[in-house]
């Protein structure tokens, strides 16, 4: 492949999902945001266990999601693996934008820690499954976890009903459930219940919540009252990053997700616009040393690029689209040409390959 030519292992210019990419090819590359200080204020609260939010906003494009991931990965790691981190599936979707499938893929995400929460629950129990109910309050909740603890036949349909499925009254009562967890308010309990118990088995409990921009007036408002009353809930070990995409931190308070959670996430960070080409080459080299193979030596991780290349570049870009991933994507178009004529990409031949960058115009 053309990109081997350079010592890529795979082509660093591909957008993908940042929940794909492995977690060794997510570094800190942008010292150029006036944020950071902020970001690092969070990092450290959270980690010395204390309740905290924060904003993550800016542009289509711009990096929030792979902010995210970064998150996710920086407390992982400081922490070893104490900080339970709750991201993966946790946004709100443009196609369905209800708290249903919102706690859907809550449930689908915590799933996987489950084995550790239910053993500390069940410590707490004295180890006796008639202690569950009265331990934590919810009848029908206790005997769901109980039986996915147990691994009994029939965890699959328990697990059904975590996730908060509409089932048949026989097969209820068949697992000894008395009703479906088909309301709203009921989904929050259990997962309010959920992020209390996992601190039995986690220092602290991360929630991040990405794409608020999804969701309409009416579940702007159910949800910033169920976040905001989750903040409230904890006197520490509990944190929260709501992520989405605006030019103005408070657009999200005329969404309808109301100015009491938008007080509560008291730390920001602006995905800003790449200002100059000094910030865009620290963030090439850092991304390119990503991707490049370990054996693969080069003078400048530039390569490609040259810096009058990337000057060249930014002169040209519309100041409105030069954040992270319309940048990628023109300098993928200019390497994979430099690629298949065996140069660099100069600031010569991004003048004589504008035809490949159609979105660089105004």
């Known amino acids: 492949m053309w990109y081997e030519k350079f010592g890529f292992k795979d082509d660093p210019y591909v957008i993908r999902s940042p929940m794909v990419v492995p977690f060794q090819q997510i570094k800190w590359n942008r010292n150029d945001l006036a944020d950071k200080a902020s970001l690092d204020s969070f990092i450290e609260r959270v980690l010395s266990g204390r309740r905290v939010g924060m904003k993550v906003y800016g542009g289509e494009g711009s990096g929030k999601t792979w902010l995210l991931r970064y998150i996710e990965k920086i407390l992982m790691e400081k922490s070893k693996g104490k900080v339970l981190v709750l991201y993966t599936y946790s946004y709100i979707p443009r196609l369905e934008p209800t708290f249903s499938v919102f706690y859907e893929k809550f449930i689908s995400e915590i ?9 500390v629950i069940d410590a707490k129990a004295d180890h006796k499954k008639a202690n569950w ?3 934590l309050g919810d009848t029908d909740l206790a005997t769901a976890l109980s039986n996915i603890h147990d691994a009994e036949e029939n965890t699959d349909a328990y697990m059904t009903w975590l996730s908060g499925a509409r089932m048949p009254a026989t097969e209820l009562r068949t697992l000894g459930i008395s009703l479906s967890l088909d309301r709203d308010y009921r989904k929050y309990e259990v997962m309010k219940t959920l992020i209390v118990q996992s601190l039995l088995a986690f220092s602290s409990f991360t929630l991040i919540v990405d794409e608020l921009e ?9 949800l910033g009252d169920s976040l905001r009353d ?64 370990a054996r693969y030596k080069v003078e400048d991780q530039l390569l490609p690029f040259e810096e009058s290349g ?12 030069c954040y ?16 298949l004529r065996d140069v660099k990409v100069t600031d010569k031949f991004v003048d004589e390959n504008n035809e490949f ?3 660089l115009a105004p």
Request: aromatic fraction near 10%.
């Open 324 to 339: 992270a991933r319309p940048m990628l994507i023109n300098c993928g178009l200019l390497a994979e040409q430099a690629a």
């Open 111 to 119: 799933g996987v820690h489950l084995p550790s929460i239910l053993k």
């Open 230 to 293: 989750l903040l409230d809930s904890f006197y520490d070990k509990f944190s929260l990053v709501c992520s989405y995409t605006a030019e103005m931190a408070d657009d999200v308070v005329d969404w309808g997700y109301g100015k009491w959670l938008y007080d509560r996430l008291e730390h920001q960070i602006k995905m800003d616009a790449f200002k100059d080409h000094h910030a865009m080459m620290e963030f090439l080299r850092i991304h390119h040393e990503c991707y490049r193979k």
């Open 133 to 135: 109910p009265t331990y």
């Open 310 to 321: 990337v000057e060249r570049l930014m002169e040209l870009v519309d100041p409105k689209i």
């Open 357 to 359: 960058l159609p979105r």
């Open 214 to 222: 999804n969701a309409p007036p009416s579940l702007a408002r159910g």
